[in-house]
C-alpha cells in the first residue's frame, strides 16, 4: 500500500481519526507522517492532510486558494465547517473529495435509486461509456468488423433524443 | 393543523405495538436531498433559505400524506414547542436551533416529519412502531418519488444525491431502530455488542441521535456508508443485524432469569420501588428505572396491559413534555424533577405490585461447594 500523500513510499503508518463521530482513515508513509506531524494526535486533522482539501497545503504550495465557481466556497471552509458549499463543489473538490469519500464509504460510486426523469439519460450515459470502451479494443485488437457493428450502435445511441 | 392539537395526543409511533415492539421500540428512515442550483442551508445567505424555502415548502404541503399537517416555520414556534419536537424525534436538535428560513411540516399521525433547511434543504424522515423498517423505507421512498416530480434535485452520475456533508452522499439515507437492551446491559454484553455491530459498519449512538449518551439502556443502531451500495441492501443488512440483536438480548434475559434471578429481581424491584416513592427525580434517573419497569413488563412481572402505560412514562417524563403540561409557566429543574416523580408516583398507586411467583430463585449450591 502506498502513502496517500506522497503517493509513492510504502504505508507505515495507519490512522483512523474520529471526526463529528464519524471515522476518518489515512495511510501515510514515514517521512510524511513526521512531516505532517502525525506523531502529535492534537496537533493536526485529517482533511489537513487529503489532498485538494488541506488548506495548510495549498499554502506551503502557493498555489492558488481553490475556489468553487457557483458558491465562492474554498478548502478552507470545509475544513472549518466539514460541510460543502453547494452541489457544484463536488465537482469543483472532486479530487480531494475522493480520497475521503472513499475512507467513508470505501466505494465511491452511488448505485442506488435515480430520479425518474435523469434514469434513461444517466443509463444512457453508461451505456455509451461502456460502447466507447469496447469499440477502442475492437480497433487497437484490429477486430474491424466488430468496431463497425459497435459503431453503429454508438450512432444509434447518439441520436435517440 | 395547530401545533397543539399535535401535543394532545402522542405520535402513532411511540403506541409500541409493531413487531418485535418489546425489543425494537421503533424504526425510522431519513432521505436527505437538496435542489440543484442552491447553495446548501449551512453556505446559503439568509434571502437564498427563504427563496429555497417557498420552492419546497408548498410541494411538501401538497403532499397527499401530508393532508391536515403542522406546517410551520421555525420562527413561529416557541422554544418549548420546538424542544417537545425534539423529544418525540419529530425534528432534530440541530433544527430546533434554527429560526427564520427553515420550517417543519409534520403529518397527522406524527409518522412523517419532513424538515426544510435542516443542513439540507429537504431532510424527511418516517418513524414507525417496532421492527419496520421496510414499511418505513417504502413509506418514504413513495413520497421522495413524489417530491423529485416537483423538485429539481441535486444528483450526480457518479455520487448519486449530493448532500451537504460528505458523509451522507450517495442514496441520503440514514436507516435506523431504536432498541432497549436491558438484559445485554445487566449481563456485561453490551459492549461486545457494539463493537460486533461497530465492526460491520453501523453506527449505535444514545437516545438522541449523534453525540447522546445511552439512557434508558436504549440504543439507536443506523447504517453508516451511504454511497456504493442500493438502499434495499442497506435497509436489508440493519434489519439482519437487529433481528440478531433481538435474539441475543432474548437469550440474555432468559439466561439473566435462569442464572441470576436474584439480581434482575433486585433491579426491577428497586425500580418500582423508587419510581413508586421518589419526590424528586431526574430524566435520566427516571429513564434508567422506567428501562426496569419496562423489561418487568416483557418479563410478566407486570400485567401486560401496563405496558403502554409504562412507554408513554417515557415520553411524558423528558423535561419538555413535563414543562408544556405544566401549570406553572417557567418550572425550574428542581421544581420539575419533582413534578415527574410526582406524575410517576401518582400512575404508580393503582399499579400491583410485581409479580415474581413464576421465576424459581434458585437455592445457593451447597453440596457441591461444600467440603469436610
Redesign the interface.
Known amino acids: 500500500m502506498v502513502c496517500d500523500v506522497c503517493k509513492t513510499n510504502q504505508t507505515t503508518v495507519f490512522l483512523t481519526q474520529i471526526v ?4 476518518q482513515k489515512v495511510n501515510l508513509c514515514e517521512s510524511c507522517s513526521k512531516e505532517k506531524g502525525v506523531t502529535d494526535p492534537l496537533s493536526f486533522a485529517l482533511v489537513d492532510l487529503l489532498p485538494g482539501l488541506g488548506a495548510e497545503q495549498e499554502v506551503e504550495k502557493g498555489a492558488p486558494v481553490q475556489r468553487c465557481p ?2 465562492g ?1 474554498t478548502q478552507a ?1 470545509f475544513k472549518k ?7 457544484v463543489c ?2 469543483t473538490f472532486a479530487e480531494g ?1 475522493s480520497g ?2 472513499k475512507a ?15 434514469k434513461r439519460t ?1 443509463e444512457l ?1 453508461v451505456r455509451m461509456k461502456q460502447l466507447k470502451r469496447d469499440l477502442d479494443k475492437a480497433v487497437s485488437d484490429e477486430n474491424y468488423e466488430t468496431a463497425a457493428q459497435l459503431r453503429d450502435q454508438l450512432r444509434e445511441l447518439e441520436q435517440t433524443p | 393543523m395547530k401545533i397543539s392539537s399535535l401535543f394532545s395526543s402522542s405520535g402513532e409511533w411511540a403506541r409500541n405495538d409493531g413487531p418485535h415492539h418489546q425489543i425494537v421500540i421503533s424504526s425510522r428512515v431519513r432521505l436527505a436531498r437538496n435542489l440543484r442550483g442552491h447553495p446548501f442551508p449551512g453556505w446559503a445567505k439568509k434571502n437564498d433559505r427563504l427563496q429555497i424555502l417557498e420552492l419546497i415548502k408548498p410541494q411538501v404541503e401538497a403532499l397527499p400524506e401530508m393532508d391536515d399537517a403542522l406546517s410551520s416555520y421555525l420562527q413561529e414556534l416557541t422554544a418549548l414547542e420546538k424542544q417537545v419536537l425534539v423529544e418525540r424525534h419529530l425534528i432534530s436538535r440541530e433544527h430546533a436551533a434554527k429560526g427564520a428560513g427553515s420550517a417543519v411540516v409534520v403529518n397527522k399521525k406524527q409518522t412523517l416529519s419532513i424538515m426544510i433547511n435542516e443542513e439540507d434543504h429537504l431532510r424527511m424522515q418516517v418513524l414507525r412502531p417496532g421492527l419496520q423498517l421496510r414499511n418505513a423505507f417504502k413509506a418514504l421512498d413513495k413520497v421522495d418519488t413524489a417530491l423529485e416530480t416537483k423538485l429539481d434535485y441535486a444528483f450526480h452520475p457518479q455520487l448519486g444525491y449530493l448532500t451537504a456533508c460528505p458523509t451522507n452522499v450517495g442514496t441520503g439515507m440514514r436507516a435506523s431502530a431504536m432498541v432497549h437492551l436491558p438484559g445485554l446491559v445487566l449481563s456485561d454484553q453490551i459492549n461486545q455488542v457494539i463493537q460486533a455491530i461497530n465492526k460491520i459498519g453501523l453506527a449505535v449512538r444514545g437516545l438522541y441521535g449523534e453525540g447522546t449518551e445511552a439512557m434508558g439502556n436504549l440504543f439507536q443502531i443506523s447504517n453508516q456508508i451511504t454511497l456504493g451500495e442500493p438502499e434495499e441492501d442497506i435497509i436489508s443488512q440493519l434489519n439482519n443485524i437487529i433481528e440478531k440483536i433481538i435474539e441475543n438480548e432474548g437469550n440474555a434475559r432468559q439466561n439473566l432469569l435462569q442464572k441470576k434471578p436474584g439480581t434482575l429481581l433486585d433491579n426491577i424491584g428497586r425500580a418500582f420501588g423508587i419510581l413508586s416513592h421518589a419526590y424528586a427525580i431526574t430524566s435520566k434517573e427516571a429513564l434508567n428505572l422506567l428501562s426496569f419497569l419496562k423489561l418487568g413488563v416483557d418479563l410478566g412481572f407486570f400485567p401486560p396491559e401496563r405496558q403502554a402505560e409504562i412507554d408513554d412514562f417515557f415520553v411524558i417524563t423528558q423535561p419538555a413534555h413535563l414543562q408544556s403540561n405544566a401549570s406553572q409557566p417557567k418550572l425550574s429543574p428542581e421544581e420539575r424533577d419533582a413534578l415527574r416523580a410526582e406524575i410517576i408516583r401518582e400512575r404508580l398507586k393503582v399499579f400491583p405490585n410485581p409479580n415474581t411467583s413464576k421465576v424459581v430463585i434458585p437455592k445457593p449450591p451447597t453440596e457441591e461447594t461444600h467440603h469436610e
Open positions: 463529528e463521530g464519524k471515522m457557483s458558491c466556497f471552509d465547517t466539514g460541510r460543502l458549499g453547494c452541489p463536488y465537482d473529495l475521503l469519500l467513508m464509504h470505501r466505494k465511491t460510486a452511488h448505485v442506488g435509486k435515480i430520479p425518474a426523469r435523469l444517466i450515459g
